[in-house]
C-alpha cells in the first residue's frame, strides 16, 4: 500500500486560502471520477510543517501514475493548481509505504502525526515499529525529497499517546502535530 501526500506550507496569511483551493481541488477530482482523498489542516505544531496535507491510498505505485496521469490530462484540474502555486512558498509531493500497522485508527476527525526527521533504513524502522496499544501506522519514505520525515507515524484523534516517548527514537528530529479532517 502506497501513501500519497501533498505538503502544502502556505505564504504567510494564505493559510486558509490554501485549505479552500485543495477543498476545490477535491471537488474537482470527485468531478473526474477519481477518489477525492482525504485533506488535513494543521491544529497544532511546529510551524515549519505544512499548513494544509492531501493524503490518499494507492495499492501500488502504478495506481498512483494513473492518477497523476487522471489530473494533469483535466484543465479543469490544472487550473487549480496553477491557483494553487500562487498561495504557497513551498510544496512536497513524497510517497511513503505502510511498513507497520497496529490496531485499526479510530475515526474521529482529528489524526496526531508524529515526524521522525531520519534516514528511512531498516535499523530506524525496527526501533519505531509500534509496541502493544498504540493504534496507528507507520510510513516510511521510498521518495527522495530534502528536509522530509524518514517516517510518520499516524494516528486518530487527539489523545493517542505520542510515538516518539520513547528515549529510542532514532531521529535527529521530533515533531508531533495535530490535524484537523476537513
Request: charged share 25%.
Amino acid at each position: 500500500m502506497i501513501v500519497s501526500f501533498n505538503f502544502y506550507y502556505a505564504l504567510p496569511g494564505q493559510e486558509d486560502a490554501v485549505l479552500k483551493q485543495r477543498l476545490r481541488a477535491c471537488d474537482v477530482r470527485d468531478d473526474m471520477g477519481v477518489p477525492r482523498g482525504r485533506v488535513l489542516a494543521r491544529t497544532a505544531g511546529a510551524a515549519d510543517l505544512p499548513d494544509v496535507i492531501w493524503e490518499h491510498h494507492f495499492e501500488d505505485i502504478s495506481g498512483h501514475h494513473a492518477d497523476m496521469a487522471a489530473r494533469a490530462a483535466s484543465p479543469e484540474f490544472e487550473a487549480i493548481r496553477a491557483g494553487m502555486r500562487k498561495l504557497y512558498r513551498r510544496f512536497e509531493r513524497p510517497l511513503f509505504e505502510i511498513c507497520g500497522r497496529s490496531a485499526e485508527m479510530p475515526d474521529s476527525g482529528v489524526v496526531a502525526l508524529d515526524w521522525f526527521f531520519c534516514a528511512p533504513d531498516k535499523d530506524a524502522e525496527a526501533r519505531l515499529m509500534p509496541g502493544e496499544g498504540h493504534k496507528g501506522k507507520l510510513l516510511r519514505l521510498i521518495t527522495p525529497g530534502d528536509d522530509l520525515p524518514g517516517f510518520i507515524w499516524q494516528q486518530g484523534g487527539t489523545d493517542a499517546p505520542a510515538r516518539h516517548a520513547t528515549s529510542s527514537a532514532p531521529a535527529q528530529r521530533v515533531e508531533r502535530s495535530v490535524w484537523k479532517v476537513v
